[in-house]
């Protein structure tokens, strides 16, 4: 049964437009299939947990590079298509997430100009494709839509997402069989070789969906939405699992699905913002204000990153009312404190080791490394703390960069994370 697409143009994202009771149908006709989930994540249960047992033993024990891991996506802003790439390359990223979908085939030319604007600049993109519940009922029509998306910007991108939040039945796609089928299609058309394949694109905590997945479509990436909004500050747990928790899980359930340990991109993370209804993408618990975003942006970056777990995370998404780094709503757009917090993260962690995590009470302190200097990024959870560092310090930063302090030992740590630069 079909029903008509309606699209969210203020949250970026479908309206679920079919009943309940068509998809109750649906999964009951289907049954077998969680049978089928159940099955597959039990077989595994022992690696994944001997394996999440090892990630949190050694978490943020171990040095770890951090590379090039910092992404963020970006989308077309018609006349305000320079403004908004102009502001992308001044994060300083190198990597860029842009959508394209299965139901705007004719604006593909105006894409890739886009696209092609991005990468002028030096940034390399990841095109995600997106789907709709039509595609599932006319496979001939998804297919010519992956034959005109690989044949256009192929030579163009380096990589491609196959599908998209699959798991949240208002993008169409109502089991894990239906997704598998899209993305057959896209592996059998996909030019090899060529741009990276990438997926399976699952949104939120629900990695159960990736044994009955990995094992039939061999992705280059593995990627995830890994979303915690809901629970508020990145340190905060949903049933025991805080941020790292779930990252740590999610790393343990691809080794153990997949016949090669495969790279986890997370492709999409942000908390969306009070008062910008109706542009805002959820309501109630999820939104915050401004700083609090800035904060948490930090929060779940540094631990993700120092953990190793993780190659690359993009931000969601540059420019957007209800949850962007940038705000669109007047003529001139308005970088927000999560826009500077997210650039100088960038150029603090870009390329540096991570050498530690230092036990303090009340506070959390990683140390890094970068070009011979060693600093700290430390911040709390909960109240502020008082802490008397070991080592001399040279200078502190707040987190966008702006110098608070010089030479003293003693700070006073609280949610906004800080910068502290050590004396050799």
Known sequence: M??????????DQPHNVAPKSERWRHHLRHAGSYFEIAGSNLRRALPVL??????????HRSPVAVGDAFGCAVSPAGPKDAATVALLSGTGVRHALIRAASWERGRLPDLESFVRAVRETGV?????LLQRRADVLDPPSWRGFLEEVFGRFAPLVAAFEIGHAWNRTKWGVWDHREYRALAEAAFELAPRPGPALAGPAVIDFEFHLYPVTLPRLPFDKVTSLLYVDRMGAPENAQCGWTAVKKLALLKAVVDATSRAGKD??????NWPLAGTEPYSPAAGRPNVGEEEQADYLVRYYVPGLASGLAERIYWWQLAAPGYGLVDTRAERLRPRPSYH???????RLEGSR???????????IFHFRKDGLPFAVCWTAGAPAEHVFRRPVDRIFD???REIAGRTQRLIIDGSPKYVIFRE
């Open 2 to 11: 079909s029903f008509d697409f309606e699209w969210n143009a203020f949250a």
């Open 399 to 401: 987190r966008g960069g």
């Open 50 to 59: 001997r394996g999440y047992r090892g990630f949190m033993k050694n978490m």
């Open 354 to 364: 991570f050498d530690g995590r230092e036990g303090a009470a009340g506070a959390e």
């Open 264 to 269: 986890v991109w997370i492709t999409e993370v």
């Open 124 to 128: 390399d993109v990841c095109l995600a």
């Open 341 to 347: 917090a997210f650039r100088e993260l960038r150029a």
